[in-house]
């Protein structure tokens, strides 16, 4: 056997908590490396500061650590507990950074530490830039002209040799954090400055502007033996100039030579090898020149990342879990195919199929934020579709994105004015590609759309031949009218009903039917990374519309979950830890477990969590086929947020039970005017509020509350479009610009309850008991949103009576809407006063952080209460913590350095830390506390 014996145990390194440019792929990467490596018989620690992870739970690791992410927490760890190797490959940049850090500061040589999978030298080769263009230099391959810049001065230096326009990229930063192109000479100081402030050692690399050359990504994993193996060839439809986290990206690579592609091939294979002490998995970036295919590379990362993740959901080769065995000194060709279960890890998987990789954006969070995009990256979140064909996953792209588009374009929010259309082409923002399409629908030519863009041209007439197939479509009145084949097509082209239904002005049900009628649904295929070469038996299904169906139905009772779809701001991670534990419960309560969602980054989409997965859009017409095919005993949706609620209506009028709380208590917590008159019936003091459909009836209502008030939008999520405002003038200007961007939405309007506490309890009902989950009190006061405030676990300052009326109101509450499984209820107090603000019937963001800091299984707990196989006094369990547990979020203000940093009802973390202190003298807790008297003083 070649795996080193002296390695008992491991320490795995995290990723911290979610920031734009690090999201939960290692959330992903960290959970897949630690069950690898519990397969071999290693002591499996971790530490990590994020609470809404998988990879900070009980089953994932033997001791986890919530610390922060300091070399001071390794040291704690380190005298704590005999480690034998570091594994820092599996949590980003951070991890990478921190493993330098405790390297010069001499920790793993004082306590005899082996760094496995990648060495410091090798690290530091990689992320110090000027070594690194060096070493590829020196390997006879070609980087672009640059030069290194510790001073303003040697920038300025090195601008005047390049010209512009050139490239500014800070060193040991992620996400391309303080970097950008620089196309005229006046912009440049100030890009330098900022740039020079972005790098932790202060040094910027200034190199030549490659600017429409195309860029691809290579995944690749190599071992001791110097073997490599090639994963995946990403291509990016947006040419160089745009952050590859922020472009579309395709695989396999649609319009790469095969001559240029053998060259990449070799140029990454050699870089690989010549990092010196690696094995595991990397990614290699290059820029190719349409013009004549010369080469250039752009950089290496020495670990799993983002690309890593979808690379590893785009084959279904598991990287990180074969990169952490390959750390341990397995060599590839004697560890398995994890899917074919016959034949060798040492292979390159092949795909029948096309996968699209599309961004969410949340600029509407960050107001004055620039959108267009450029080197450093600004999405919150990504999707991933199958299809057969580039067009079909494409359209699937766009309809898992969660921005309520139908496919890419034939809806309501079509551009009509080209002048519009061609400014956005030449600056690439969020939409560009629907505004491509929208150009080539016009009447633009392809090769104007292509000087604009530099997209290639291939990808531009895919979706000039979906303009076609429109325009043909057009001929038709109605859907009885579309002939069968035509039909076919349009679904093989990924149309959606509701797309179809658009362009002949008709209703969507009518399309629907009519194909069912015609009997066009659709099929699902396995992803088996060999092209069905070899025989798999992989639980991993994509949809299409072709004859065969290769995902045949159980004869067991099954269970569908929901997923969360996208990362965006309000709702993140934590409902993939939600689903991934709803998951094991199913299993454990005997239900074959169906998990749907098109998240790549996740852990609830690792092909051996679920009994089943389908990697398709959490959008209804999808979800109907699944249901229809799979029939399950019903369908879950308290654990993917406000995506799986949203579908809940359509389920429940389908006739499909909806496990747990039923549709119309769910609605009834949702709808203001309902909830409200219930929070009347039971004697729940509550804000006065209104619910109107017009800016009249708008002020009218907030008249009579009284100013100030809380102005939203019904049934959003992480406060979308909420504002306190003060007078008429502010109310009408927001009312308006709520109907314009939300037609169909009612707009709220409440009682906003000056310098009132802020509380929130999370709870489980199961028909007979309520059980207290947690109660957390918020620094901040009333007025931030519940996400944005540090929550302290238990309450510090809130008297006996407030505590006991805000259970009292959880218990009357949770009986009165007979919720089945959890519900999270967020109080405002004011005068020792508690009123109920809202209530969610559903797991929330702090489920997982109350989980962590009790070291209690609620989503386990509840899942089994939602199933009805048990009641809550089946399980043993004690609230039990010594100090408390504070949640605290994090923001990425610092990719948007001209917004809006103040904090309010709409909520723009991207993510949250956990600390745990042993009393309210700790110096950081009275930080906080110092905070809030401020918030409160204003």
């Known amino acids: 056997m070649p795996l080193d014996r002296s390695i008992k145990s491991v320490l795995i390194i995290g990723s911290g908590p979610i920031i734009i440019g ?81 390297g010069k500061q001499g920790v793993w040589e004082k306590y005899g530490i082996k760094l496995i999978g990648v060495d410091l030298e090798a690290i530091e080769l990689t992320e110090n830039r000027e070594a690194f263009r060096q070493h590829v230099i020196k390997m006879g391959l070609d980087v672009a002209p640059s030069f290194i810049a510790n001073s303003f001065l040697e920038g300025k230096e090195a601008a005047q040799k390049i010209g512009f326009p050139l490239v500014i990229r800070p060193s040991y930063t992620l996400g391309g954090t303080g970097g950008g192109f620089v196309h005229k000479e006046e912009e440049f100081d100030d890009a330098l400055r900022h740039g020079l402030d972005s790098s932790p050692v202060h040094e910027v690399l200034i190199d030549k502007a490659v600017l429409g050359w195309k860029e691809y990504e290579l995944e690749l994993l190599r071992d001791n033996k110097n073997n490599v193996v090639i994963i995946c060839t990403v291509e990016n439809i947006d040419p160089m100039g745009i952050h590859t986290g922020d472009s579309i990206t395709v695989a396999p690579a649609m319009t790469l030579s095969d001559k240029a592609f053998q060259e990449m091939r070799n140029q990454a294979i050699l870089l690989m090898r010549s990092l010196g002490n690696f094995a595991g998995g990397c990614n290699v970036q290059f820029a190719l020149n349409p013009e004549n295919e010369d080469l250039i590379v752009i950089e290496i990362n020495p670990r799993v990342s983002r690309s890593s993740a979808l690379a590893s959901k785009a084959t279904g080769y598991p990287i990180a879990k074969i990169a952490a065995k390959l750390a341990l000194g397995y060599g590839l060709d004697e560890l398995k195919n994890q899917i074919t279960k016959t034949t060798s890890a040492f292979f390159e998987p092949t795909l029948d199929y096309v996968i699209v990789k599309m961004p969410r954006w949340n600029f509407e969070k960050f107001y004055g934020a620039n959108n267009i995009l450029g080197l450093q990256m600004k999405s919150v979140g990504e999707v991933m579709s199958i299809g057969r064909t580039f067009k079909e996953a494409l359209q699937k792209a766009c309809q898992s994105q969660e921005n309520n588009r139908a496919g890419l374009g034939a809806d309501k929010k079509e551009w009509i004015k080209t002048d519009d259309i061609l400014a956005r082409l030449e600056h690439a923002s969020d939409d560009r590609l629907y505004r491509v399409r929208d150009a080539i629908r016009l009447g633009v030519p392809i090769n104007t759309v292509h000087k604009l863009t530099k997209i290639d041209h291939w990808y531009l007439n895919q979706i000039k031949d979906l303009i076609k197939q429109e325009e043909k479509l057009m001929k038709y009145n109605v859907a009885e009218d579309i002939p069968k084949d035509f039909f076919i097509e349009l679904k093989q082209s990924g149309y959606s009903d509701a797309q179809i239904a658009w362009i002949l002005r008709i209703d969507e049900p009518e399309v629907t039917k009519q194909r069912k009628k015609l009997g066009i649904n659709r099929v ?28 045949i139905p159980s004869d067991k009772k099954k269970i569908l979950i929901l997923g969360s779809g996208p990362n965006r701001i309000g709702q993140g991670i934590e409902f993939d830890y939600c689903c991934v534990h709803g998951v094991m419960a199913i299993k454990e309560a005997g239900y074959e477990a169906i998990m749907v969602n098109c998240n790549p980054e996740t852990v609830s989409t690792d092909f051996d969590i679920a009994d089943k997965l389908y990697f398709e859009p959490i959008y209804w017409e999808h979800i109907e086929e699944i249901i229809d095919l799979e029939k399950p005993e019903g369908v879950i949706v308290q654990l993917g947020g406000q995506t799986a609620i949203k579908l809940s209506e359509m389920i429940h009028k389908k006739g499909v039970k909806i496990i747990g709380t039923s549709f119309d208590s769910m609605d009834l917590a949702e709808d203001r005017g309902r909830f409200s008159d219930l929070l009347k019936e039971l004697e729940i003091p509550y804000p006065k509020y209104g619910a109107s459909n017009d800016i009249d009836h708008a002020l009218e209502i907030a008249n009579r509350v009284g100013y100030p008030v809380l102005v939203r939008p019904s049934y959003v999520l992480g406060g979308q479009r909420m504002r306190i405002v003060l ?74 009576n407030v505590l006991s009326q805000m259970k009292e109101y959880t218990k009357r509450l949770a009986k009165a809407l007979q919720i089945r499984g959890l519900i999270n209820i967020q109080f405002a107090i004011k005068d020792e006063k508690v009123f109920v603000i809202e209530a969610n019937p559903r797991a929330s963001r702090t489920t997982p952080f109350i989980a962590k800091a009790y070291k209690v299984p609620y989503l386990n707990i509840a899942t089994k209460v939602m199933l009805g196989v048990n009641k809550i006094k089946d399980f043993e369990f004690e609230n039990k913590l010594e100090g408390y547990a504070i949640k605290v979020p994090v923001f990425s203000f610092d990719k948007f350095p001209n917004v809006d940093k103040q904090l309010g009802p709409e909520m723009k973390s991207t993510g949250e830390a956990i600390r745990f202190i042993k009393d309210l003298n700790d110096p950081y807790f009275r930080k906080l506390d110092r905070e809030r008297s401020m918030y409160l003083t204003r």
């Open 524 to 551: 699902y295929k396995m992803v088996d990374t060999c092209a069905a070469e070899f025989e798999a038996k992989t639980p991993y299904f994509y949809s299409t519309f072709e004859e065969e169906n290769e995902s």
């Open 727 to 800: 007078n008429d003038n502010e109310l009408e200007r927001h009312v308006l610009s709520i109907f314009k961007h939300m037609p169909d939405n009612r707009v709220l309007i409440d009682q906003f309850l000056e310098r009132a506490q802020e509380a929130e309890i999370d709870a489980i009902y199961d028909g007979e008991e309520v059980c207290i989950m947690g109660i957390m009190e918020h620094i901040e006061p009333a007025g931030i949103h519940s996400g944005d405030s540090s929550a302290v676990l238990p309450p510090y300052s809130l008297s006996e």
């Open 22 to 102: 690090q999201a939960c792929e290692f959330d992903y990467s960290g959970s897949q490396a630690s069950r690898s490596l519990r397969e071999e018989g290693i002591e499996v620690s971790l530490i990590n500061s994020n609470p809404a992870t998988i990879m900070t739970d009980p089953v994932t690791a033997d001791h986890i650590y919530l610390l922060p992410l300091t070399v001071d927490s390794i040291v704690e760890i380190l005298e704590e507990r005999k480690i034998d190797a570091v594994l820092a490959t599996m949590g980003g940049q951070t991890a990478l950074n921190l493993a330098i850090d405790a």
